[in-house]
C-alpha cells in the first residue's frame, strides 16, 4: 500500500489505481491526468468561463486582481454546465479520496484569467502552511486546474517549483510569499505546465508556483476547484451556493462531498479570496 493514502482508505474501493498521483503529490506537488475530457467538453467550459467573466467584471467585486490584467472569479456550480462531470470524474474523486479521505469536501468553484500584458507573479502558495501539515507533513486540501484552451508558450504558462510544498521558513511574507533571497532555488526547479483542452491537473496549492508573463494577444481562463479534507478550512474563504431544484437533482455522491450553501435564489459571489502580496505582480 502507498504510504501516503489517506489512512484507512483501501485502494481497492477506488475507482481509478491513483496510487503514483499519490506519490506524485507528496513529491513534487503536482500530478495531472491527460484526456480526462474531451475537447468539446473544454470548449464548453471555455464558453460558460468567459459568460461568467464578463458578468463578473460588470460589477464592484466580481473579479479580484491577481496582478496586472490578471483576474479571480469565483462562481456558482450552476453557472458551469459541466460541473457534475467534473466532480464526479473517476480521476478527481479518486485522488481526493486517497489523499483527504473518503469525508472530503469541495469547498471552491473558480478561474483564474491571465490577459494579454499579465506580468510574472511573485512566486508564492495560495495560503500559509497549515500545522498538520507543519508536524506530520500531510496535505489537507488539493487544488484542481482545467485549461479551456491550448497552452502556448507565449500565452503566460502555469509554473511550479516540484518539492516546494514543505518549505517552511519565518522569512515567509504572511506565510505565502518567500523572499526573494530564495527565488534562485525555486527558478532553479521551475518546470512550466502546457496543459491542452480536456486536461487536468491536481496540486498542493502549497506547492510554490507562478502565472507568467502572457506574451501573446490571447487570455489564458483556467478553472480551479478546490478541495478540503475533514481538517482544513479554506472552505471558510468561499461563498459557493446551488439553489434547492440543482441540489435536489444532483447524484448522492456528489452531494455528500459538496460544501455549499443551498438557497431559493442565487446572488452573484462578491470575491472574498483575496491575495494582496499579488496584486502587484512581480514589481
Request: proline share 8%.
Amino acid at each position: 500500500m502507498t504510504a501516503h493514502l489517506y489512512p484507512g482508505v483501501d485502494p481497492a474501493v477506488l475507482d481509478v489505481d491513483v496510487r503514483p498521483d499519490v506519490e506524485a503529490l507528496y513529491g513534487d506537488g503536482i500530478t495531472a491526468r491527460k484526456g480526462a475530457f474531451s475537447v468539446a467538453w473544454a470548449d464548453r467550459l471555455r464558453e460558460d468561463v468567459d459568460a461568467a467573466f464578463e458578468e463578473a467584471r460588470s460589477r464592484p467585486g466580481g473579479a479580484v486582481g491577481r496582478g496586472p490584467h490578471r483576474y479571480y472569479v469565483e462562481v456558482h456550480p450552476e453557472q458551469i454546465r459541466g460541473f457534475v462531470e467534473l466532480v464526479d470524474h473517476p480521476w478527481v474523486r479518486s485522488v481526493c479520496a486517497a489523499v483527504l479521505g473518503p469525508d472530503y469536501r469541495i469547498v471552491e468553484l473558480g478561474f483564474d484569467v491571465p490577459l494579454e500584458g499579465a506580468v510574472n507573479q511573485p512566486w508564492h502558495r495560495d495560503f500559509p502552511m497549515p500545522e498538520e501539515t507543519r508536524r506530520e507533513r500531510r496535505l489537507t486540501s488539493l487544488a484542481f486546474n482545467v485549461t479551456t484552451v491550448d497552452t502556448a508558450e507565449d500565452m503566460g504558462p502555469f509554473e511550479i517549483a516540484p518539492g516546494t510544498q514543505w518549505d517552511d521558513s519565518p522569512e515567509f511574507g504572511h506565510g505565502m510569499f518567500p523572499p526573494r533571497s530564495h527565488y534562485p532555488r525555486y527558478t532553479e526547479r521551475a518546470v512550466r505546465k502546457y496543459p491542452q483542452r480536456g486536461d487536468i491537473s491536481a496540486r498542493s496549492a502549497l506547492t510554490i508556483h507562478r502565472g507568467t508573463a502572457n506574451q501573446s494577444s490571447k487570455s489564458r481562463p483556467v478553472l480551479v476547484l478546490g478541495v478540503d479534507g475533514p481538517e482544513a478550512s479554506n472552505g471558510e474563504r468561499h461563498d459557493a451556493a446551488v439553489t434547492r431544484g440543482y441540489w435536489e437533482a444532483l447524484p448522492e455522491r456528489v452531494r455528500r462531498h459538496l460544501d455549499v450553501a443551498v438557497v431559493d435564489e442565487l446572488t452573484p459571489v462578491t470575491q472574498k479570496h483575496t491575495i494582496e502580496g499579488l496584486v502587484m505582480g512581480d514589481a
